[in-house]
């Protein structure tokens, strides 16, 4: 199926994408990484939203062909953007603090999210196996907490931790909100993309201006080549990412599930190449997670 193989291919992409926000927000204040991130997405879409606007004859036949919008449709892709400004805002801040093989788990636990909203509010009913896989994400979740305590991570008390958490059920809300964009609405890929990109320059904006006014003496701003990589990264990945959504019997659960096997390179950089600690624990809490999200992927009775 070709959305499941555009899936996995987003999941390299958002593994580099995870490592490279890493090394960008390291001694780096969060806020003009986060929006310098935005302002390369925005600066590559704006043009081919011009462009289609101006000469759409010729470009209509290509996959960046932003076709325009009507104000409800704009309205769905501004609330896209105060849902992933939020994520991100709040996923920045808790990369910026924690170890990356600590991090990338807590941010893999997304389809467990996803499944679990959609049954409490859509309706939707979990398989046995499912329930066995969402129970082993759990089971992993309390064996990274307690690897974590040896790196003075404390799952209960760690704030950052929360934040962490807190951006991926909004992650996992945007997921669900993406099949509806994408499904429901029928929205084209590049508009999508296109506008919740653009729209992220003004939800992202009071971040930075107050970044600017109160912070920005006691935290200098550094910039760095992984900033760029964020961005053309993160582009690659979405892109891929709404493409699979779009393509007719595209699971949204099953997308979900194994777009989040990026962590196995943003794990496998942060142990070889990042020098943190604990390999062989980490590595069995991986290992059991990857299980649970095989699980959930699968939906079999």
């Known amino acids: 199926m070709l959305w499941i193989g555009l899936t996995l291919l987003s999941a390299v992409a958002l593994g580099v994408y995870e490592v490279a926000k890493k090394v960008s927000v390291r001694d780096n204040p969060v806020a003009p990484v986060l929006y310098l991130n935005v302002v390369v997405c925005a600066a590559i879409w704006l043009p081919l939203v011009v462009w289609s606007r101006w000469s759409p004859s010729s470009v209509r036949v290509g996959l960046f062909y932003v076709r325009p919008l009507d104000a409800p ?10 849902l992933v400004g939020a994520s991100w805002s709040f996923a920045y801040f808790a990369v910026k603090q924690l170890p990356i093989t600590i991090s990338s788990p807590i941010r893999a636990t997304s389809p467990f999210w996803t499944i679990l909203i959609a ?15 969402m129970s082993l994400v759990l089971v992993s979740f309390y064996a990274f907490s307690l690897v974590g305590r040896r790196e003075g991570v404390h799952f209960r008390r760690d704030k950052w931790v929360g934040l962490m958490l807190l951006a991926t059920l ?7 909100y993406d ?10 890929v ?26 920005a003496k006691a935290s200098p701003f550094q910039w760095r080549w992984s900033i760029a990589a964020i ?15 779009a ?34 624990q980490k590595s069995a809490c991986i290992a059991l997670l990857l299980c649970g999200i095989a699980l959930i992927a699968s939906g079999r009775r």
């Open 73 to 82: 449709e704009h309205l769905a892709l501004f609330i896209k953007s105060l």
């Open 119 to 133: 049954t409490t509010l859509l309706d939707e009913r979990p398989t046995g196996w499912q329930w066995i896989g």
């Open 170 to 176: 909004l992650a996992a809300v945007s997921s669900i």
């Open 179 to 188: 099949r509806y964009l994408l499904q429901e609405l029928s929205l084209d």
């Open 190 to 215: 590049a508009a999508v993309q296109a506008w919740f990109s653009i729209y992220l320059l003004v939800v992202l904006l009071p971040l930075v201006v107050y970044w600017k006014w109160f912070d």
């Open 231 to 245: 961005a053309l990264a993160l582009l690659v990945a979405d892109f891929l990412y709404f493409t699979a959504i």
């Open 247 to 280: 393509q007719p019997g595209a699971m949204i659960s099953v997308i979900s599930t194994l777009r989040r096997t990026s962590i196995v390179i943003s794990f496998l950089i942060g142990i070889f190449v990042l020098g943190e600690k604990n390999l062989k």
